[in-house]
């Protein structure tokens, strides 16, 4: 069974503290994503990589970077966290190739920001 | 700029009933939709998808219709049932792509 894996369900941070979310993989992908839900906006992409060390922004990069060391771990850092940062982050996985395929999510992290 | 939309944020349907949720994009490259259901506090979960050289894909009690020419497609689901009330969520790729766009989701409430 696929499983994408989000280090925490539930996180509360301070403003100005870096925060790092973590994502796992176990289905050998090569394409991992950042998403965060927001009420009304959908799911906006904020990174994605396509490879090891390789990464692409998404629609709103500002405020965050990422990191991608190994295949199966995608990470997603706030440099100095604000309450604007208040969301559900999503880490997904897709295999690479032709586009046809689906991207398989992990459980969320609902992060806030005080 | 939006290219996938759904423009119902919100619907309520009978238990029993067919509920429709639609979703319209812009960009005509794209060749792949998906749709994904997505629970409070869980992540989004795949439903079904359609290729864009199909117009109809079945899947149970789903079904995804594609009308390439309006550039639209739309989830039935028949009959409805509580446990599908949830956020649904359209998204759509093109060939080769390594990205998926989503948006912005419709919340749909059965009521028994």
């Known amino acids: 069974d696929v499983k994408v894996t989000q280090s925490s369900r539930y996180l509360v941070k301070r403003t100005g503290e870096k925060v790092f979310l973590e994502c796992v993989q176990d289905?050998?992908?090569?394409?991992m994503f950042w998403y965060r839900q927001d009420p009304g906006l959908g799911l906006r992409l904020i990174y994605f990589?396509?490879?090891?060390?390789?990464?692409e922004k998404g629609d709103i990069p500002e405020g965050y970077s990422v990191s991608r060391e190994k295949k199966e771990r995608f990470s997603l850092i706030l440099e100095s966290a604000s309450t604007n940062q208040t969301s559900m982050y999503l880490c997904a996985s897709k295999d690479l190739g032709r586009g046809n395929t689906e991207a398989f999510f992990g459980q969320g992290t609902r992060l806030t920001v005080v | 700029d939006q290219q996938v939309k759904q423009n119902s944020p919100s619907l309520s349907v009978q238990e029993g009933r067919i509920s429709i949720l639609n979703c319209d994009y812009t960009?005509?490259?794209?060749?792949?939709f998906l749709w994904y259901k997505k629970y409070p506090a869980e992540g989004p979960t795949f439903l079904i998808s359609i290729s864009s050289i199909k117009d109809k894909n079945e899947d149970g009690r789903f079904t995804v219709f594609l009308n390439k020419s309006a550039k639209h497609l739309s989830l039935h689901i028949v009959p409805s049932q509580p446990g599908d009330s949830a956020v649904y969520f359209c998204?759509?790729?093109?060939?080769?792509?390594?990205?998926?766009?989503f948006g912005t989701g419709t919340r749909l409430t059965v009521i028994p």
């Open positions: 990589s396509y490879d090891v060390k390789m990464k």
């Open positions: 289905m050998d992908h090569e394409n």
């Open positions: 998204a759509a790729s093109d060939a080769g792509a390594n990205n998926l766009f």
């Open positions: 960009n005509s490259m794209f060749d792949y």
